[in-house]
């Protein structure tokens, strides 16, 4: 079964300084996998996705992540952090290969972004 | 561009009392979500419709019905609300294959029960 573990469930950095989330994934296809942002009590946004064309993906607002077969991660990078960026972000992985596949969601980890 | 419309945006219930959560998308989109959200342990997945009359359990169905109404309506259903049940529930929609482009997703219903 596929399954995504976030590795750090608070991440604070200072604002201007770079950003690393990282992302651990477990499937037993060629994945789809996805970050997505959750700002304080709104709903879910798409940051970006790989499905299996380039193994660096880039997303909105500066982020992206880079696919790595070999070590199953897909952390999420910023160089430069700002306020706004604090938020929770979730790692998600989709079920299945092809046809329809529910997306398998990680705990999230909530980053701070201190002046 | 409305997306994915989530009502009602917060509700409190005493133990016992049923409700439905509405959601509805005008994206034209096959399949829709019902997710809950709780503190450390991101979204699970409690029903969801692969396409207009098909209804499947998630992860978390238990306490739970649900409606495909029609392609655009998804409603969630609390029979008798229990405590365990207090969350943030957020429904979501895709088009027929959610891996190549992931979820639009509602902006959320927060749920107390007491």
């Known amino acids: 079964a596929q399954s995504v573990t976030q590795l750090d469930s608070h991440v604070s950095v200072s604002e201007g300084t770079p950003v690393l989330l990282r992302c651990n994934y477990s499937s037993s296809y060629s994945p789809s996998l996805f970050w997505y942002v959750q700002h304080p009590n709104k709903g879910l946004q798409l940051l970006l996705k790989y499905t299996s064309a380039a193994t660096l993906v880039k997303g909105i607002n500066g982020f992206e992540a880079e696919f790595k077969k070999s070590e199953t991660s897909f952390h999420l990078t910023k160089p430069s952090a700002h306020m706004s960026d604090a938020a929770e972000y979730f790692c998600?992985?989709?079920?299945?290969?092809?046809?329809?596949?529910?997306?398998?969601f990680g705990a999230g980890t909530r980053l701070a972004v201190h002046p | 561009n409305a997306g994915v419309t989530q009502t009602p945006k917060f509700q409190v219930l005493k133990t016992g009392q049923s409700m439905t959560l509405q959601c509805a998308q005008d994206m034209n989109h096959n399949s829709m979500y019902w997710y809950r959200q709780d503190p450390g342990m991101g979204l699970r997945l409690i029903y969801y419709s692969a396409s207009e009359g098909t209804t499947d359990k998630g992860e978390v169905p238990n306490g739970y019905n649900v409606s495909r109404l029609n392609k655009r309506e998804f409603s969630l259903r609390l029979e008798s609300a229990a405590p365990s049940q207090t969350s943030v529930y957020f429904c979501a929609s895709s088009e027929r294959a959610p891996g190549h482009n992931g979820y639009t997703f509602g902006s959320g219903t927060r749920l107390t029960v007491v």
């Open positions: 998600v992985v989709s079920e299945g290969p092809g046809g329809y596949n529910k997306l398998i």
